[in-house]
Each structure stands twice: as structure tokens, then as C-alpha cells.
């Protein structure tokens, strides 16, 4: 499966961005689960947000918990992360993940197979 993350950009804090990421290859895309991930600079790659095979389960870090939603559209073999009232600490590389991890897992980055080349989002105050 090959990655492809878009929609970065520059955003007042309060505002809102939507990043997505397409997938290519010969892998079903529904067959994975799918994280977001964020990397600031000279800090660790965190958890954003994941979404189960169907789209029926969601998972959310506690920093964007009711902030950020993510949605698939298997037919399109696209995953969207929807960001509403960003604040500056949201600033990062955001990066998207496709994998098989079972739930108590799916937090982590070491249990994704493969990424996209990440996408910047820049959060100004």
C-alpha cells in the first residue's frame, strides 16, 4: 500500500484544517485499519487518531479527543482527519498509517505496516 497525505497547511489557532490521505497499491485498502500520527519538532511520534477496518470504530488521542474526527471512505481508498479548534501545540508533521493492529495496539506506530510521507500543519497564535 502506498500513502499519500494532503491538505496541510497554515491556520489561525480556533481554526480549522482537514488533511487526507489516499491510498494506491496492490492491497485492498479496507482491509486495514488506518492511524493518524503527528510529529513536532524534536519530539515523538504521537497518536492522533484511528479508525477500524469499517469505519466503525474511532480512536482519538486525549489532546485532540472532540477536537479531530477521522473518517474513511473505502470506496474511495481515502482517509480524512477533520481538525477544529487548533491550537499552536497542534503544529506537526502529520503523518498517515495503515495496519492490522488488534485494538489494544492501535495507539501504537510500531504496528503499522506502512506510512505516507506526512503532510505539515502549522498552527500560528
Known amino acids: 500500500v502506498q500513502l499519500q497525505a494532503s491538505g496541510g497547511g497554515l491556520v489561525q489557532a480556533g481554526g480549522s484544517l482537514s488533511v487526507s490521505c489516499a491510498a494506491s497499491?496492490?492491497?485492498?485498502?479496507?482491509?486495514?485499519?488506518m492511524g493518524w500520527f503527528r510529529q513536532a519538532p524534536g519530539k515523538e511520534r504521537e497518536f492522533v487518531a484511528a479508525?477500524?477496518?469499517?469505519?466503525?470504530?474511532?480512536y482519538y488521542g486525549n489532546s485532540v479527543l472532540g477536537r479531530f474526527t477521522i473518517a474513511r471512505d473505502n470506496a474511495k481508498n481515502t482517509v480524512y482527519l477533520q481538525m477544529n479548534s487548533l491550537k499552536p501545540e497542534d503544529t506537526a508533521v502529520y503523518f498517515c498509517?495503515?495496519?492490522?493492529?488488534?485494538?489494544?495496539?492501535?495507539?501504537?506506530?510500531?504496528?503499522?505496516?506502512?506510512w505516507g510521507q506526512g503532510t505539515l500543519v502549522t498552527v500560528s497564535s
Open positions: 497499491g496492490r492491497s485492498a485498502f479496507s482491509t486495514y485499519a
Open positions: 479508525i477500524s477496518v469499517s469505519g466503525g470504530t474511532t
Open positions: 498509517a495503515a495496519g492490522r493492529p488488534i485494538k489494544s495496539t492501535i495507539r501504537q506506530p510500531a504496528n503499522y505496516y506502512y
